[in-house]
């Protein structure tokens, strides 16, 4: 079981470095007892992503009600003949991640399957699905069975989980809408985004983001470097967003460039030895 449990971590990991370079930095970036089980995390948040946006031509609605009668089938028994799955397990029951978490990031997968617009209580409960509830499962590994430290953390964790998620929102606006017909920003029309639109998703961004930073210099050391990491990285990209006017950014995907990327590690590592974070 040992080899088992490795290989099937390590396939997570595989999952994370192909899918998702960013953060795979950010995780590289933690103390090293928390890179599998972050992995475990991210491997399988994406395969139930990946369901819903790019298993076209499939029935999409089956394999995700599978996918999650399989997630509860390996959480209660502990084991799972599906290496991502068994990886997930073994995080989850290490780490007492609690099943209202999983359910509701499910719960969001499924909501991709039917709505294409969002109003507002719909949108905060798919916010709070897809992206703050994958920032607190992460925090509980971070905490390491701390729940006094996880209870003081969790709305920071939260406010960076929506910001992340409403960045690439509206980052990814444009293909969201041609290839998928979303349009997740509640009261915003595609047809009709314009400057005004752009500005009030970023200022609710920007206090997202405030109320976040308030909880990442709390963080357990271990974890702070690569939290900040990702946070400086998501900064970076929505201040790239914030000049980009809204009818390019409907017609182009913004990016950070590697080399800049690099940039952010080295002046994030040396601002947290020097212990400004």
Known sequence: ?????????????????????????????????????????????????????????????KLLKDFRQQTYEALQMKIS??????????????????????????????????????????????????????????????????DAEYQRLKEPARKLGAAFQKVNFLRDMGSDFEERGRVYFPDVYYENFDSQAKVLIEKDIEKDFRDAYKGIVELPREARLGVYLAYKYYIKLFEKIRRTPSNQLLGSRVRVPNTRKMILLVSSYFKHRMHFI
């Not at 103390?31 to 399988?44: N, R």
Request: contains cysteine; hydrophobic residues 35%; proline residues 2%.
């Open 81 to 146: 003949t599906n290496p991502v799955l068994q990886a997930f397990q073994l995080v989850v029951n290490e780490y007492k991640i609690d099943l209202e978490l999983i359910d509701a990031f499910l719960d969001s997968m499924e909501m991709d399957l039917h709505k294409q617009n969002y109003k507002t209580e719909s949108y905060e409960t798919y916010i709070y699905g897809s992206a703050e509830v994958v920032g607190l499962m992460c925090l509980k590994v971070f905490c390491k069975g701390n």
């Open 1 to 61: 079981m040992e080899l088992y449990n490795r290989v099937s971590l390590e396939c997570s990991k595989l999952i994370t470095q192909r899918y998702s370079t960013s953060f795979t930095l950010g995780i590289q970036t933690l103390d090293q007892s928390l890179h599998l089980p972050i992995y475990g995390i991210y491997g399988y948040v994406r395969c139930a992503d990946e369901i819903v946006d790019t298993f076209h031509g499939y029935d999409k609605e």
